[in-house]
């Protein structure tokens, strides 16, 4: 079934305003967020066996652009006698557990913002490797920019399912607004102060996404 097409204000957002907006309260929020980040920073400096504070990694823009995420690094590199990396719940500290909980990690994002890779309200971008496991419908979440928070964070953010997670990020794609950017941003300060859906169940973080079990015939 083909997309609904979004009303004339609607597409005048998506087109234009959503970037605009998406730099009218990115800037001032990275301002104010310094102190924060330099605090963390600090904190994450002195942390035995830390490598570093910045965590970067490629993730899939719009239409699958890759680019570079920032946030702050949670987790030390903590290797086996193989040299493979441990379980993340061996290697997120308790501070990395708290930037998690209160999304502070997050806010070096805003710079991601600023850049337009990614804007503040879209579907999380995930990981490179999980592009060839989408399906066709999946895979629309591409369709827009991916953001700092989305309908699928609201929503249940990592305590859903990926495939309950998809079909809100596919949702918000055909249904993006200001109204509905407006009512997420909202949305999202609650459940930041309640640390709600932080990570997912019996999980330090979350459950790779492994790819969707293909439809009965």
């Known amino acids: 079934m083909p997309s609904p097409l979004p009303p004339p204000a609607a597409d005048w957002y998506r087109r234009w305003g959503k970037r605009a907006l998406d730099v009218l309260l990115a800037f001032p929020l990275l301002v104010l967020a310094l102190p924060v980040l330099a605090a963390a920073a600090l904190l994450l400096w002195l942390q035995p066996g830390q490598r570093g504070v910045l965590f970067r990694q490629p993730r899939p823009g719009r239409h699958g652009r890759i680019f570079t995420l920032y946030k702050l ?11 493979r990396l441990l379980p993340d719940a ?6 990395g557990r708290w ?6 990690d997050e806010l070096p994002q805003l710079w991601n913002v600023l850049r337009g ?9 995930l990981l490179v490797e999980y592009l060839p496991l989408y ?5 629309r979440r591409h369709e827009v920019r991916p953001g700092v928070t989305g309908w699928a964070q609201v929503n249940g953010r990592n305590a859903i399912s990926w495939e309950q997670k998809f079909l809100y990020d596919v949702w918000y794609v055909d249904h993006a607004s200001f109204a509905l950017d407006l ?3 909202v949305l999202t300060a609650g459940r930041v102060l309640r640390a709600h859906g932080v990570t997912a169940p019996g999980q330090a973080t979350t459950e790779a996404f492994r790819g969707s079990a293909p439809s009965p015939e």
């Open 183 to 185: 009512r997420i941003l």
């Open 73 to 83: 690094q949670t987790m030390t590199q903590a290797r086996d006698a193989a040299g």
């Open 135 to 139: 399906s066709p419908a999946q895979a």
């Open 90 to 95: 061996q290697r997120l500290t308790r501070l």
């Open 99 to 104: 930037l998690r909980a209160t999304s502070v």
């Open 117 to 125: 890779d990614i804007s503040l309200v879209g579907p999380r971008p």
